[in-house]
Every structure is written in C-alpha cells, then in structure tokens.
C-alpha cells in the first residue's frame, strides 16, 4: 500500500528529498470571490456556477463567468500572472459560452453558442487584448463547439457536433482537418461514441471511445481508452491503453470513467471501475499501467468523476472524499498520495480567516481542477465565515513552496 502523506497549509513539516517526493504546497492564493453585491476582483452581481477554472504553465488563469455586472450575459475573465485579471468577453445575448482554456502564451480559448449554432471557436490574445474567430461555426456548420483549446503552434483543437449531431474531433490551424468522427471507421476504430479528449502539444490525443456503429451508444457496448498520434498523410499511429471485459474477457475493468488526462510526454491517467465496484486511477506510462489511487486505500473513500490533471513528472492532481465523506483535493505518483485542501479547512480570503464550507449534502468545490507542469493547481470552492456562513464562491491558485 502507498504512504499517505497529509500536509498542512498553515506548515506542515518538510518531507525528506527524495526522487519522487510531493512538494510542500503553501497557502492558496485568492483570485476572484463573488458573493451578490460583495465580490473581490470582479464586479458586483457577477456569478460563479461549476466553474472550471483554467492555468497555464505561466500560473495565468481564466474562468467562465455565469453572469456578471448584474446582466444575465456568461462571460470570460483572464488574469495573467503579471497583471490584474479582467472580464475579456462578454456573450451575446441569448447566448452561452464553454470553459475557457489557455496556453503559454497567453491565448484564452472559448466558443460562445446558443441552443441552435455555435459561433465558433474564439481566440483572446493576452498580449494584443483582440479577440479573433479562429473558427467560424456557421461557416463550418458547428452546433455546439466543446473542449476548444489552441496549442502553442496555434493549433485550434477542438471536439465539434454537427446538425447531424455526430461528434468529431477536429484539428484547425491553416485548414480543417477532422481527426475521428462517431458512426466512421478511424484508424481501425469503429466508434459510435467519442468522449472528451485531452490533447498535448506533440499532438497525441486520448480519449475514451465506446465502440460500434453510429447509434450503438448503449452500456452493452465495449469501451476504450485510445491515445493515438498523426505520422502523416492521413494515417494514425494508436495504442489501445485498456479495454473494459465487454471486449477483452482479461481486461482488470469493467468500465471507466468518461475523461482522462494527457501529459505533455505521453502519459495518460484515467478512472478505471475494477470488478469489486471500486474505482481506481490509473496511470499508463511506458507501456504499462499502474494504479495510484483505489478507493478504500490511503484513505480515499471515494474518487470523485471529475477530470483528473496530469503532468510530465508523472503526478496527477484529481478531486476525492476521505473516509469521513469530506471532499478535498489531492495530488499523487507513483509512491505516495497527498491531500492538500478539503472541506471544513480554513482559508484566508479578502475578508479575513474563513473556511472551505463544510454543509451536509452542499459540495464546499466546484467544476473541474487544472494543473500544469510547475504543480501549481487551479479550483472553485465555496467559502465559509468562521460562522459557517456563505460568503461566495472564489477562484483560488495553489502553487509549490
């Protein structure tokens, strides 16, 4: 069994140096909190609903806005690491808008929607502070534009449903290039489902895909987890990193979990539901996979079905409950596994020393984590007075001693 390692934000005593050793995270860094007409960093009446926040290697952040300056609009706010953060965009009326991305340097990436036609894949430059179309959804006959990234080549990167309503994996950069698309053979694969992909910048991706024919989207279908890489002219190198027993009788799952994460190094991490109905992330390095986290081991009661973060060091960031039910944020590898923040833990905030909320059946985070190479992790939480009482949902940065 795995050490488990808890640390303290307040101090915790340093862990010997040794390869492989979790860092020392020091205390989180609040980026925006929102509370009706009380808000730090953003304006009066401006609303956080699942946010998922997103960071850069550079620790710049941006999140989608649910509503802000008391108009219903979604919206995107963009801190840079060395500037004070912004609202960058506003959707139009009637219109929706993704989670946001961002990449190195400094490019935030969103697709603004409504219930009939996407506009595309958006662009905001941190440097310029212009917004372009990189893709035009009208144009190209987008209904809903998901998981849009930009590489650092400006590579748009994208999952995209089209009036038919299949899904398709789509590259952009000089022209459009569709990767995979449900109910068409790909690169040996025949898939009638394809889930959210995590893409890196050699332009792997990985992904879970349920097999068959377009419409055979049923449970009683196989599923994969593929990472796979162009070698040219049209043809794919793929791996097959786990099959569930639907299609492989010696596989150690019965299903998995529908994202993963991809590092920069060809890594890949994914949830895997094991035959005694417990759940597991594993990680699949060098051809093979190892499991890091069980739930009833290193006290992990539960692992929360929220994507996973992974980086070239081979460490995950991901979302958990403790034997007492608490929800918290952890970061493992190979040997060892530590919790860094959960619920009913105290903070600071703009308002002095408060707490993550701890409130029966009241999740005290939100959305999905993000993480980069440097360890530094992005989340959403509801904040908690000494009293116990709300006082907004906040953004916050953890980063490394």
């Given at each position: 069994?795995?050490?488990?390692?808890?640390s303290?934000?307040?101090?915790?005593?340093?862990?010997?140096?040794?390869?492989?050793?979790?860092?020392?995270?020091?205390?989180?860094?609040?980026?925006?909190?929102?509370?009706?007409?009380?808000?730090?960093?953003?304006?009066?009446?401006?609303?956080?609903?699942?946010?998922?926040?997103?960071?850069?290697?550079?620790g710049?952040?941006?999140?989608?806005?649910?509503a802000?300056?008391?108009?219903?609009?979604?919206?995107?706010w963009?801190?840079?690491?060395?500037?004070?953060?912004?609202?960058?965009?506003?959707a139009?009326?009637d219109?929706?808008?993704?989670?946001?991305?961002?990449?190195?340097?400094?490019?935030?990436?969103?697709?603004?929607?409504?219930?009939?036609?996407?506009?595309g894949?958006?662009?905001?430059?941190?440097?310029?502070k212009?917004t372009?179309?990189?893709?035009?959804?009208?144009?190209?006959k987008?209904?809903?534009?998901?998981?849009?990234?930009t590489l650092?080549?400006?590579?748009?990167?994208?999952?995209?449903?089209?009036?038919?309503?299949?899904?398709?994996?789509?590259?952009?950069?000089d022209?459009?290039s569709?990767?995979?698309?449900e109910?068409?053979?790909?690169?040996?694969?025949?898939?009638?489902?394809?889930?959210?992909?995590?893409?890196?910048?050699?332009?792997?991706?990985?992904?879970k895909v349920?097999?068959?024919?377009?419409?055979?989207?049923?449970?009683?279908?196989?599923?994969?987890?593929l990472?796979?890489?162009?070698?040219?002219?049209?043809?794919?190198?793929?791996?097959?990193i786990?099959?569930?027993?639907?299609?492989d009788?010696?596989s150690?799952?019965?299903?998995f979990g529908?994202?993963?994460?991809?590092?920069?190094?060809?890594m890949?991490?994914?949830?895997?539901?094991?035959?005694?109905?417990?759940?597991?992330?594993?990680?699949?390095?060098?051809?093979?996979?190892?499991?890091?986290?069980?739930?009833?081991?290193?006290?992990?009661?539960?692992?929360?079905?929220?994507?996973?973060?992974?980086?070239?060091?081979?460490?995950?960031?991901f979302?958990?409950?403790?034997?007492k039910?608490?929800?918290?944020?952890?970061v493992?590898?190979?040997?060892?596994?530590?919790?860094?923040?959960?619920e009913?833990?105290?903070?600071?905030?703009?308002?002095?020393?408060?707490?993550?909320?701890?409130?029966?059946?009241?999740?005290?985070?939100?959305?999905?984590?993000?993480?980069?190479e440097k360890?530094?992790l992005a989340?959403?939480c509801?904040?908690a007075?000494?009293?116990n009482?709300?006082?907004?949902?906040?953004?916050?940065?953890?980063?490394?001693k």
């Amino acid at each position: 069994m795995k050490r488990l390692v808890f640390s303290s934000l307040l101090g915790a005593l340093a862990l010997p140096a040794s390869a492989g050793t979790l860092p020392e995270y020091a205390a989180p860094e609040l980026l925006v909190r929102v509370h009706f007409t009380d808000t730090y960093n953003l304006p009066p009446l401006t609303y956080l609903s699942n946010t998922s926040p997103a960071i850069n290697n550079q620790g710049d952040v941006a999140i989608k806005l649910m509503a802000v300056d008391g108009k219903p609009n979604q919206a995107v706010w963009f801190k840079s690491h060395k500037a004070p953060g912004e609202v960058i965009y506003v959707a139009p009326e009637d219109h929706y808008v993704t989670d946001p991305t961002v990449n190195d340097r400094g490019q935030v990436t969103f697709s603004p929607f409504s219930e009939i036609e996407s506009l595309g894949v958006f662009v905001y430059d941190g440097h310029s502070k212009k917004t372009e179309v990189k893709v035009s959804g009208p144009e190209h006959k987008i209904v809903y534009a998901g998981y849009a990234q930009t590489l650092n080549d400006g590579t748009a990167i994208f999952r995209s449903m089209g009036k038919d309503f299949d899904r398709s994996f789509v590259e952009y950069k000089d022209s459009y290039s569709t990767i995979a698309r449900e109910g068409e053979r790909r690169f040996d694969t025949s898939a009638a489902y394809l889930f959210r992909p995590s893409v890196n910048e050699k332009k792997q991706w990985a992904f879970k895909v349920r097999l068959g024919e377009r419409g055979e989207i049923s449970d009683a279908q196989s599923d994969q987890i593929l990472l796979i890489q162009s070698k040219g002219n049209g043809e794919y190198e793929k791996i097959v990193i786990a099959q569930d027993r639907k299609g492989d009788a010696n596989s150690n799952y019965v299903g998995f979990g529908n994202t993963v994460a991809l590092s920069q190094n060809g890594m890949v991490v994914f949830v895997g539901y094991l035959p005694d109905k417990r759940k597991s992330l594993v990680l699949y390095k060098d051809g093979e996979l190892q499991s890091l986290v069980t739930e009833g081991l290193d006290g992990i009661a539960e692992l929360e079905l929220f994507t996973p973060r992974l980086n070239s060091s081979g460490t995950v960031a991901f979302r958990a409950k403790n034997a007492k039910g608490l929800r918290g944020l952890y970061v493992a590898n190979e040997s060892s596994v530590k919790r860094l923040l959960g619920e009913g833990d105290s903070i600071m905030t703009d308002k002095g020393h408060g707490y993550i909320l701890l409130k029966q059946d009241f999740p005290g985070f939100a959305g999905d984590i993000d993480f980069n190479e440097k360890g530094e992790l992005a989340f959403a939480c509801v904040l908690a007075s000494p009293e116990n009482k709300i006082i907004g949902d906040a953004i916050y940065k953890l980063s490394p001693k």
